[in-house]
């Protein structure tokens, strides 16, 4: 049984990682931070875990961090960095699930978030926590930059081709639209789903802050890695609380085969990835509240514009459930272990 404290468990991400710890048979919740709701009960911010975990909020200080064996950061981009020196130094194995230690590039991750990075000299050793391409290093890292939502679902269905060297980089589109539990747990106007029922809507097209993560692990995935790589990012905002569904457009090249077989082969051991029958096309519904992402491809009239759909549940396997996935790999449990549940229908 190890240890484990989340800072920052005031959001959906929190609450998500809360809900699945709370049932993970080798981990218990030692320590729940937050400085504004420090000194009050969890379950009276989070009702649904009355009678399951029995904690108050507490101020995050390091000592406390430190007396456990992991540490989750659920917080806006620039607070695991301003804490992270002083846990790493004394050895503390860390599962950053914010954006600041996805991008390598210092200078490209200050220009899309508008501030200077507090810690660079750890971005170099933190490890990309998508288990499907860095399954070895995740279970020696200390330091757990846990993928983006947007970016695990484009990451996934371009996998298997980027791989093979099956496509034409220089023209990647790929088309997200997200449930709106995707921007926080905020309490803004345009986040109502009075202002977003019956309504969809394309946001970000100009640049959103995945976009370089996308860029920076399709490159890695290249077959070829002197390949240009041109990526359009379109992300959509859903009527709907969870779920993601990416639809990428991708040309093939002289040496693309047979689709289906090859995703098939590619994820044929990969618990959280299920490629669907040639015809069947995967919906967010499927996956919620799961850490499974559900794939299908198409060439659609034989033209070679080939068509990858890909489903997640954003909080689950676009966050959350992907960092206890991670957190499995790094204490060398079963890798599925407390992340076996079943989508809920309807």
């Known amino acids: 049984m190890i240890k484990a404290a989340i800072v920052g468990a005031t959001g959906y991400t929190g609450a998500e990682l809360l809900r699945l710890l709370a049932r993970h048979p080798q981990v218990e919740v030692s320590v729940v931070t937050s400085r504004a709701e420090a000194g009050k009960r969890i379950d009276s911010l989070f009702p649904s875990l009355r009678g399951v975990i029995d904690l108050e909020f507490v101020a995050p200080e390091s000592d406390a961090l430190l007396g456990c064996d992991v540490v989750f950061f659920a917080t806006p981009h620039g607070v695991a960095q301003s804490m992270m020196k002083p846990l790493v130094d004394a050895g503390a194995r860390v599962i950053d699930l914010s954006a600041d230690f996805r991008i390598k590039d210092i200078a490209l991750w200050e220009k899309w978030y508008s501030q200077a990075h507090a810690c660079p000299d750890l971005v170099e050793e933190a490890v990309y926590g998508l288990p499907e391409l860095n399954r070895e290093q995740i279970k020696s890292a200390q330091l757990i930059a846990c ?31 997200s449930g709106i539990s995707g921007a926080g747990r905020n309490a803004k106007t345009g986040l109502l789903m009075a202002e977003n029922y019956d309504s969809f809507k394309a946001y970000g ?51 693309a085969g047979d689709l289906q077989s090859l995703f098939e082969a ?22 919620k509240g799961t850490n499974m992402c559900r794939l299908s491809v198409e060439n659609p009239q034989d033209e070679g514009m080939l068509v990858v759909m890909s489903v997640i549940d954003n909080l689950a396997k676009g ?28």
């Open 266 to 287: 590619q994820y044929s051991d990969e618990p959280f990835v299920d490629v669907l029958p040639q015809g069947m096309y995967p919906e967010t519904r499927t996956v």
């Open 205 to 255: 097209v100009a640049g959103h802050r995945h976009l370089p993560e996308i860029s920076q692990g399709l490159k890695a995935m290249c077959a070829d890695k002197s390949a240009e790589l041109g990526l359009t990012f379109v992300p959509h905002l859903l009527p709907t609380i969870r779920g993601i569904h990416s639809t990428i457009y991708v040309r093939a090249n002289e040496k």
């Open 147 to 177: 993928p983006g939502c947007y970016p695990t679902s484009v990451q996934l269905a371009l996998l298997p081709l980027l791989q093979a060297g099956w496509v034409d980089t220089s023209t990647i589109i790929a088309n997200s639209a």
């Open 319 to 346: 966050a959350s459930a992907q960092a206890v996935q991670n957190l499995n790999l790094m204490f060398g449990f079963t890798e599925t272990e407390g992340l076996e549940q079943i989508a809920l229908l309807p």
